[in-house]
């Protein structure tokens, strides 16, 4: 009972998908693997040593009958259309991160999903899947530290190349946040403002670093949340729960504690795929496992559209140097807490 | 060569002043007690076993010729009153926070003091005297983390009685933050903002808690600090400085470590005098060494004033909602940095 | 290419296997599993919807052609005959610690091994594949502590129940140590002492716990090892290599920090599975893959008979209160580091 | 009432405790200073600006009447003499330690001390009057562990000169450990056990190092010290109490926590003088005040004699390789627990 994938977009995070299900995961096969560059996808296919068709156009892969369920990890301005094209033909997608370019296009998609009466669509956000991230929505739900109030995150890379500009903290870096803070607050954002403290000479001229993002959710929680491209010293991902009775934090990845050099330390990540290392594997057999039993559970075409629509505000917060509104069309029933 | 002081004011706070000097401190004594009620002074004395002259009046105790410098820990609204008497005295003078009532009371005894030409007051903040502060400090001049750019921020209580209002967070709390951190980066406000997330079901009515108060420098450091007095878990203080290429953080008080119950660890201190017990003696104990080598170093009536100019544009922005100014007056040569 | 396997005792820990095998492992199943009460067998096959055969004697699942490989999970002292066979038959063969009764039992199975000309067991000892220890092994062959000179380790349960014995310290708890300490090193160990402190009153009234065994290695380093398995507090295993130029501890695993009730706190594990439950995974996953490029490379026969060895050495020891030596076998070519 | 003190030997020691009094501590003056370099005292005095009496003879400077109190910070080997001619003027002694040269000769003084009827001795251990030891002391007397079973500890120094050899490891280095844990767990040694795992090739060739000491005490706690000189990396006190119900260990001094080039790190000490410095102060500040109280309760003579016995227990050990009894004499009634 191997559910039978397809993949479109052959790139690096494609053949990552494609090696992650042909070697790590159970219960999937790679059937057949598109990419407009149909030779890098029959290369990704025959490193592995797999059997799997090749297409250069998506829309035949979808087509196929003995794909199952389709992997979009191709361009981002794509995602949308395959999304949609997946969605019509009845076969459950996952599609990496964004779901679309805009709030509308993912507002299309569910639109669709919503149309074709079950959900079909998983997006790419990976941290619900990690287990720190568990453990503090656990110890949310538990009662640990009471009401959740305030929230202090920070968001570090080591460093980033000429190409990131200052929109991107928003769309790639915090993106994370937004998906991931809403599923830990179970919540919806209501406003955002940005600050810009004093930019680290570690960036390029074009781009301010570091940005300090101010959240504030319908139920009241405030949260701040460093974002630090440059911050040199490493990849490094906080999140701090500040309860009515206590405050929760994030685990620090494990790490073999050294004596040494008038030093007592662990080590911290610098690469950020080493982070979430686990959390990809997850996220991902979980997608397989949901779609063999019907029932896709992962972040959905909704949340791909709520984080879109609060990162639009993050955007409009960096012009306007103001507080602007979250302003999301209501929840349908289709998609429940 | 027992550095000979008075002590105005017989409360709680004038109690521990006392016993300091007389039983932990080198190289002073207690040569005079007042307190407008006499009897106070009296047994407060005579509880040590030490000889004093008592006086129910402060002027009286300031025109004391055997009276080197003078300890002003009266009722708060006086205290303007008694540095000035003091300054006019020219006797060297310890006052409690706050200095005056308002930024203008902190301006007269500024101008006070330059017209007597020399440096002879010392504002009782005992931050800048503990171990951890200095250590953080020191981190931040060897370049250890690089130029400062943001500092995260907490100021915890386990609990506040009802007589604790919501202005209180910046007079009374928030307000050695204004001053520390000045210090830590030695910079000045220009800005201030203040944030009210949900508030805790275990404050009192009247009561907005947790409060999230922003700050810019001059420099372009941005601050936050929470402010939260019925955090529940005990007292706690933190201060992060995220600079161009690390993060130094406050040292966490030293305690047993404890595996215990399935839990790994440490004690949090509930009473915040127990948090800066060691600061207390260390500013006190500076303040009769500085006195005696005629050169005071401590917080000065300048570091009043501008705590005080930061707290009214705090409980401005309270009200306000908005980013407001912090304006304060040119620092005059005679307080270099 | 799945790996066909087959499981041999449908106890606790063969039906985790085959679970593991079925719904988490990639490329192997599971094609037939026996018990000497072949109910046991069919009904850990049907609950998990699997088809496989059946059998009521090991041996006969042995010899079924279908079979490419064995699982020993069955009754202790079954091990090395299964073992044994399998090795007749030339398939590969995974058995469950410990790998016979006796050090002469395992030397048997060396010797089998040896004639049979290449590796076909593998030890189930998982904390080799442990994050924890590879990272800790890996900063020892990096050179990060320098030449390691004494390891002071600690292996703490809760609680065990009244069939616990003296000397089960060694042969079920220690025995871990024995194995992963030898890896860690890539040394052997010379001698073994065992010192019993005063007993906890937690302990059934014929247990002497805690114990602390003293070994020595061939190149000189000393290991101390706490066995503690009423320590009441939870299941925590210490590792810490002082190396001479620094030291090097196990990661404690990763859980969310709690600032609570005047405490600061990470959780410590209670149940043993929860420590090592990917470890689990791993060596298994490793064995399928090491079957199938034919080249396995996990504990070894040898280190089944070398953690014998040893163990016998410790409960001399036990008796004694003197140090014991070890006396083991030369290592033979077939066996390298 | 300044309690009058005379300090004989203006050596390094000397000369800091000399500073210390005038100082830093409250309640006591220097009044005679006695080196048998009187050049050597009279610096030692002038530097500090004091005014002391010289004497070039200890037994000159005891008889003083002006002296009400004696410091012996002279040559270990006159310790003895001094601290008897103290006794034998009816005045309080502080003798740095050693307290003899051997365990007859506390035994001496332990003799001529109960001869005159009152505690007139304090022995120079500092580690009782740490604020960690004193924390972890009051966990224990709290239960907050239950009963003592078993104690880990290490004595590390960055390195040591060629001066220093085999037997220092116990008699300058262990005899902390040997004076605070009796303290701290309020019990007898009866037994110890030298082990020598591999040198380290940072040791110079004649000293053997590191060394693990094995101690019992009366109630049958276990206790072992790893004494490690050349550690390289740091001067490092650890001590852990395990006990029927959890562990307390001591704490890390407090240091700034830093994230920076990839490491989570706080420092560890290079220099002994850091780690203990309050502890000095508060001992010799307790002397004071308990002289003047006229009851002397710090480290006792029979607490010299104590470590004496056990330090050449530990010396034999090191010598026979064997289990060496601890042989003390019944604790006299005048000194009770």
Chains 1, 2, 3, 4 share one sequence.
């Not at 929505?137 to 968001?155: D, R």
């Not at 685990?251 to 030093?263: C, G, L, N, T």
């Not at 909704?302 to 409009?316: E, H, N, R, T």
């Amino acid at each position: 009972m191997m559910l039978k994938i397809g993949v479109i977009g052959a790139g690096a995070i494609g053949k990552e998908h494609i090696r992650r299900c042909s070697t790590v995961l159970q219960g999937a096969s790679i059937v057949a693997v598109s990419d407009i560059n149909a030779e890098g996808a029959r290369s990704a296919v025959t490193a592995l040593g797999l059997e799997a068709k090749i297409y250069d156009d998506g829309h035949a892969l979808i087509a196929d009958p003995e794909v199952q369920a389709v992997l979009v990890t191709s361009w981002d301005p794509t995602h949308e259309e395959f999304t949609l094209a997946a969605i019509a033909a009845g076969k459950p997608v996952f599609c990496e991160k964004p779901l679309a370019m805009s709030a509308e296009g993912c507002r299309r998609i569910v639109d669709a999903e919503m149309r074709a009466g079950r959900r079909l669509v998983q997006v790419g956000f990976m941290r619900p899947y990690d287990d720190g991230y568990q453990a503090l929505k656990q110890a949310i739900a538990q009662g640990e530290v009471g009401t959740p109030l305030m929230l202090h995150c920070a968001h570090r890379n080591a460093s980033v190349n000429e190409s990131y500009s200052t929109d991107m903290a928003i769309t790639n870096t915090l993106i994370h946040e937004l998906d991931v803070l809403r599923w830990l607050l179970n919540d919806d954002y209501v406003s955002a403002q940005v600050i810009f403290p004093r930019s680290t000479r570690n960036a390029h001229a074009n781009l301010r670093d570091p940005q300090i993002v101010l959240l504030e959710t319908r139920s009241g929680v405030r949260i701040d949340v460093e974002v630090f491209v440059n911050c040199q010293y490493g990849y490094d991902i906080q999140c701090e729960v500040v309860g009515e009775s206590g405050i929760a934090r994030l685990p620090e990845p494990a790490s073999v504690q050294m004596r040494k050099q008038a030093r007592l330390a662990t080590e911290i990540l610098t690469d950020w795929k080493d982070r979430f290392i686990r959390a990809y594997d997850v996220e991902l057999q979980a997608f397989i496992d949901d779609v063999k039993a019907d029932e896709l559970r992962g972040p959905s075409a909704w949340d791909g559209y709520a984080a879109s629509v609060a990162a639009d505000a993050c955007l409009k917060a960096q012009q306007s140097g103001s507080v602007e509104p979250v302003e999301m069309a209501p929840r349908p029933d289709f998609y429940p807490r």
